[in-house]
């Protein structure tokens, strides 16, 4: 631990003529932190008033071999300690400056508080206590005073309330915090402004204050009397009371009951309000909601008085508690069937209908059941559900009960295959997220079936390039009121998803429209990919997700929510392989769900024996497959690849229209393909994949890891579907 240019230890008794040393030069004064996310390494835990330089250094020096990021934030928010230093650090070892940041600041005598704000490091935490550096060691404690004000009668008292000012001096380290207390024993409480005293009666206000050096001053008090300013009034309040928690079906609260007693007066006002237990229980005050947790049949009295002196007749409220039953700890038990016409290779024709049953004998009940399509978001089964796109598919299902145990997801897989009857709905895109997301504004509306078997968000059509704001609200306002004739939504939800829409801004100038972000930095959107295969991708503090350099094998990160058909995939890809190897990557599209898939036991190869690779590779031998090349397809020779040095950005566009793929780099186009079949180098099969337009009319996005030494980064990656 360093603290300025002195060597005391940061735990230890500052000498006050080294303090004064130290306050005359610019003092250093270093937070360290590592892979530990409930520490900061090292820190400083005191320093002298003046200029300071902070430094905060999360690196592979200090020990962060993770990556993970760490913030210094110094709270400003709590007045038990000094607000007058602003300082919020973010670093990690990923970042422009390698994980070491300093800044400059000047530090007053107090105590500060330092903590990281990032969520689930909460506990790396601590004080930094600044002395004053011109002085001793402080052990005298503050001076502290009280006085009431406001207006009194004949006999001293305070007609109507009482204002009460604390005040505190110290002519040492200096004043660190004051305190008051109301009553004889009532919790000690921040003083921040005078304390007002409104209700009808004798008080006494406790005081004390502390320095920054942590002497405490002695308990003083005041002493005083509130009366009622004169009045005519000779109402007394009105009252009543609520009984609330959960009941059984004989009306009885199960485990508990909450009383809650209001009161209100249109006169002088109400000066407190008392409840008591039973019929011979003392009166006490009422100062929040009274819980009753005994078994058995209670009644709870209560009356209030005015500042007047009026008194609220007695009143009472009666009811029953019982214990709950035994504990329900058993999940429901799901399974699920799946209808429809097959052919003769089992595959549903046209369509397939899965129908979910769940039973619970825990003895709660069912409160729920949900399903998951082809590793999308759960959402809620209210009826039999049809799935009708051609390929192969895969439903969880899974129940929660009412005492809130929730069944291991189950799965049933099966294939659907092209034929006559009813063809699939016309719906704009393929989205079934679990609530209407509009541009990138989350109405928290769930995205429902709609009767046209289309989802709410497929009809909204925010992908699409609109010509202006006005039209696309235009759009999305009949599309809601439709839904809402329906009985698919209700009126809130009709104006939440419009809101929604007007935030979007979708349809304005300069902003570009049309494309949905499957990663955009944060690890929110990192957390909707899925790996599978050997390797892995890393992501980083600065928005980028990087191949991994220690875990070998071969493998996928592939976004499991969503198939597109037509579509122009956009993303940036940076060669980072050490030294003076080369990145070898690439883009996988429309590969079929990789699990339980019929034909490939490996769920990483799915992409590769189905799908089409977009090539990442700009090394100048071995290879005959270059960057932009449609692996095992169609070659693109390395000049005409626009190759960029090691470290630099590139933009990629994979546009794909029907069995037409185009491959942009940096906005030059250097590779068109048509898929007619006869082009596949490896070995068919079940048919000639290159023929097949069920196999590549629509799938998912991969990204491909080589290997430990072929490091390539992401970032950026949005879709948009033609």
């Known amino acids: 631990m360093v603290l300025g240019l002195t060597s005391t230890p940061a735990h230890g008794c500052p000498d006050p003529g080294a303090a004064a040393e130290a306050a005359a030069a610019e003092q250093v004064l270093t937070w360290t932190a590592g892979d530990p996310i409930d520490r900061y390494l090292t820190f400083p835990a005191t320093a002298v008033a003046g200029p300071a330089t902070i430094v905060f250094e999360n690196s592979a020096a200090t020990g962060n071999t993770t990556g993970m990021p760490h913030t ?3 709270d400003v928010s709590d007045p038990e300690y000094n607000n007058d230093v602003q300082l919020n650090i973010l670093a990690n070892p990923n970042d422009d400056l390698g994980g070491k940041h300093t800044a400059q600041v000047t530090l007053t005598p107090g105590r500060y508080r330092f903590h990281c704000t990032i969520p689930g490091h909460g506990a790396m935490q601590g004080i930094l206590t600044v002395t004053d550096p011109g002085g001793g060691e402080d052990t005298t404690p503050p001076e502290t005073s009280a006085k009431v004000e ?4 004949a006999d001293g008292a305070y007609i109507g309330h009482a204002s009460v000012t604390v005040s505190a001096a110290d002519t040492g380290s200096g004043v660190a915090r004051t305190e008051y207390a109301l009553g004889a024993d009532g919790p000690w409480q921040t003083y921040t402004a005078p ?28 002493d005083f009397r509130v009366v009622a300013p004169p009045t005519d009034d000779t109402t007394p309040p009105e009252t009543s009371a609520t009984v609330s928690g959960e009941k059984d079906d004989q009306g009885r609260y199960l485990g508990m009951a909450t009383v809650t007693v209001t009161a209100s007066d249109t006169g002088s006002g109400v000066n407190g309000i008392e409840y008591a237990l039973g019929a011979g229980g003392a009166w006490q005050a009422y100062t929040a909601p009274v819980m009753v ?9 209560y009356r209030a008085t005015d500042r007047a002196g009026n008194a609220a007749a007695e009143k009472s409220v009666r009811f029953t508690v019982v214990t709950p039953p035994t504990q329900d700890r058993t999940p429901p038990t799901t399974a699920a069937g799946v209808t429809g016409g097959r052919n003769a290779d089992g595959a549903y024709i046209t369509s397939a209908t899965v129908t979910v049953t769940a039973t619970d004998s825990g003895g709660s009940g069912v409160d729920r059941i949900e399903y998951s399509l082809d590793g999308g978001p759960y959402l809620a089964y209210t ?10 598919h895969t439903v969880l299902h899974r129940a929660t009960d009412r005492a809130g145990n929730t ?12 034929g006559g009857g009813v063809p699939a709905p016309a719906c704009p895109e393929y989205d079934e997220r679990l609530t209407v997301i509009v541009g990138t504004v989350d109405s928290g509306v769930p995205n429902r079936m709609t009767r046209g078997r289309c989802t709410v968000n497929e009809l909204i059509e925010d992908e699409k390039d609109w010509s202006s704001h006005a039209l696309f609200l235009k759009h999305v306002d ?4 439709r839904l809402l004739t329906e009985g698919v939504i209700d009126a809130r939800e009709h104006r939440t998803v419009y809101r929604a829409a007007r935030e979007s801004g979708i349809g304005k100038p300069g902003r570009t429209h049309g494309y949905r972000t499957l990663f955009d930095g944060s690890a929110e959107s990192f957390s909707a990919w899925q790996h599978v295969g050997g390797g892995a991708f890393t992501l980083n503090g600065d928005g980028t997700m990087t191949s991994s350099t220690t875990v070998p094998g071969m493998g996928m990160l592939w976004f499991p929510r969503r198939q597109y058909g037509d579509f122009s995939l956009k993303l940036q890809w940076r060669d980072d392989a050490p030294g003076t190897g080369n990145a070898n990557s690439g883009v996988f599209v429309r590969f079929p769900y990789v699990h339980d898939h019929p034909e490939e036991a490996r769920p990483e190869w799915v992409a590769i024996t189905f799908g089409h690779e977009v090539q990442i590779l700009d090394r100048p031998d071995g290879d005959q497959y270059k960057t932009g090349s449609v692996y095992g397809f169609d070659r693109v020779g390395l000049g005409g690849a626009g190759v960029t040095p090691k470290g630099t950005w590139n933009d990629y566009e994979i546009r794909v229209e029907g069995q037409h793929y185009a491959v942009f ?21 079940d048919g000639d994949p290159g023929t097949d337009g069920r196999r590549y009319a629509t799938g998912h996005i991969g990204l491909q890891v080589h290997g430990t030494t072929d490091v390539v980064s992401y970032r950026d990656i949005r879709i948009k579907e033609l």
């Open 150 to 153: 406001g207006e009194r009668d």
């Open 72 to 74: 210094l934030t110094f």
């Open 478 to 481: 009949t599309v809601l009121d």
């Open 665 to 685: 780099r940096n906005g030059v186009l250097i590779n068109e393909f048509d898929n007619t079949g006869g082009q596949e180098f490896r070995p068919p099969r």
């Open 383 to 392: 009826a039999p559900v049809v799935i009708d796109r051609v390929g192969h």
């Open 195 to 222: 304390v007002m005293v409104h209700e009808v009666g004798s008080h006494t206000i406790r005081y004390r204050a502390t320095d920054t050096a942590g002497n405490t001053s002695p308990v003083k008090s005041v």
């Open 293 to 301: 947790h005994e078994a058995g049949t209670h009644t709870v009295r």
């Open 407 to 418: 069944s291991a997801a189950q799965r049933v897989s099966f294939d659907v295959a092209e």
